[in-house]
Nanobody, 120 residues
Framework: QVQLVESGGGLVQPGGSLRLSCAAS????????MGWYRQAPGKQRELVAT???????NYADSVKGRFTISRDNAKNTVSLQMNRLEIEDTAVYYC??????????????WGQGTLVTVSS
């Protein structure tokens, strides 16, 4: 079975920075794309940023220029550096691994979520 374990959430003041990390473990042959999504109270889960195995990135307009996603294919890890955080960034952040090649075929996996609170 594949597991995604996130770390790095917490409380930060507006304008501050946080770094989220996610490690995928288990019987993994390869991972197509990894990314971060978030869900604020009362809102739907939304894409924050994704990165493919080749390093192509995609960002939500609301985080462009502030957040940077990176990935280590050898370690099956993905990180999200979040700078100039805003109150509107408060949410539970979820790590996603898309089209993970396993012995059971291509599957998607989610982490358990990590809370980011931006508040003064």
């Amino acid at each position: 079975q594949v597991q995604l374990v996130e770390s790095g959430g917490g409380l930060v003041q507006p304008g501050g920075s946080l770094r989220l990390s996610c490690a995928a473990s288990g019987n993994i042959f390869s991972i197509n794309a990894m990314g971060w999504y978030r869900q604020a109270p009362g809102k739907q889960r939304e894409l924050v940023a994704t990165i493919t195995s080749r390093g192509s990135t995609n960002y939500a307009d609301s985080v462009k220029g502030r957040f940077t996603i990176s990935r280590d294919n050898a370690k099956n890890t993905v990180s999200l550096q979040m700078n100039r955080l805003e109150i509107e960034d408060t949410a539970v952040y979820y790590c996603n691994a898309n089209r993970v090649a396993t012995i059971n075929g291509l599957l998607d996996f989610w982490g358990q979520g990590t809370l980011v609170t931006v508040s003064s």
